[in-house]
């Protein structure tokens, strides 16, 4: 806009300064030519032709103008058109976000309840069975296969029903809070080809709300499954750390990396989902990686008071 109204005073400046009606030094008045004309020898013939240049002169100037004025009102129309493309992707994205979010939490609150009916009701029930059984066996002194068989199936269901339960909502989170589940995060899915290391600067002591535990540990459960099931990494780290109100997670690994340019391509590996989690807090998710370089991802995200 700045160029076209610098152009816009060029061409003024340069018409007057050449127009002969405009300027001091090539103005001739038609009283001065009349009395001087003897002098001067201008002819009405010369007068009329410097009249014509004139003219032909404004109307040069008005046509580059309506050309100036045209160009300037396009790149205006197109302007506002990609600001008004921004807004509706910016407002589609924001709807996105909104509806990952909404699916999140719906499901995290789903999660919260079937884990709180499967520990409180059906293994409270299943501990009274077996509780009963083993009274019943006692008392009449009775030794059967069968009833032997039905004691582990109890035990087996007990266990699977726990192990569930567990793996919807951490227990240790729920009693201990997050530093502590966190690091038996770490600690359960490391094996004899997969290391997970666990380095924290924050006590195991501190606990957070329950909704920011909970969409934390999900986020870093989250990229550990991505690291187990597509990285083939012999070795990963979590690192945890408090800045300035800010909860820091850093997750590396050495596996195979991609490259962190074409993100829209590894979305399906739920990407999608932690970056919705993130924003609702306002933080910020960085990843850097390279093909057969391994992957760093860095997520920093404001502590709720």
Do not use: W
Request: with cysteine.
């Amino acid at each position: 806009m700045r160029i076209f109204k610098i152009a816009i005073l060029f061409f003024v400046i340069i018409f007057f300064n050449e127009n002969p009606a405009f300027s001091q030094q090539k103005e001739i008045p038609k009283e001065n030519v009349q009395n001087t004309s003897i002098s001067k020898k201008i002819s009405i013939a010369e007068l009329n032709k410097l009249e014509k240049l004139r003219n032909k002169k404004v109307v040069s100037l008005g046509i580059v103008l309506v050309i100036i004025l045209f160009f300037l009102f396009y790149f205006f129309y197109q302007n506002n058109k990609l600001k008004q493309k921004i807004k509706r992707k910016d407002l589609k994205q924001k709807i996105l976000l909104n509806v990952i979010n909404s699916g999140i939490d719906t499901q995290e609150i789903e999660r919260k309840k079937i884990a709180s009916f499967l520990h409180d009701n059906i293994n409270s029930l299943l501990s009274s069975v077996g509780l009963h059984l083993n009274t019943f066996t006692t008392q009449n002194n009775i030794q059967s296969e069968e009833i032997r068989k039905a004691k582990a199936i109890l035990a087996e269901a007990h266990d699977l029903l726990r192990d569930m339960s567990h793996d919807l909502v951490p227990s240790l989170l729920v009693r201990f809070g997050l530093i502590y589940a966190l690091e038996d995060l770490c600690e359960k899915n490391s094996n004899h080809t997969l290391n997970f290391d666990f380095t924290s600067s924050i006590s195991s002591n501190k606990r957070y709300t329950e909704k920011f535990e909970m969409k934390i540990y999900f986020i870093i459960s989250e990229l550990f499954n991505n690291i187990i099931k597509h990285s083939k990494a012999t070795n990963a780290q979590l690192i945890l750390n408090e800045t300035e109100n800010n909860f820091i997670i850093k997750v590396q690994d050495n596996g195979l990396g991609f490259n962190a340019r074409k993100t829209n391509e590894y979305e399906g590996f739920g990407l999608n989902r932690i970056r919705a989690r993130i924003k609702k807090f306002k933080g910020s998710f960085d990843i850097v990686s390279k093909v057969n370089q391994g992957t760093t991802v860095k997520i920093k995200i404001p502590i709720p008071h």
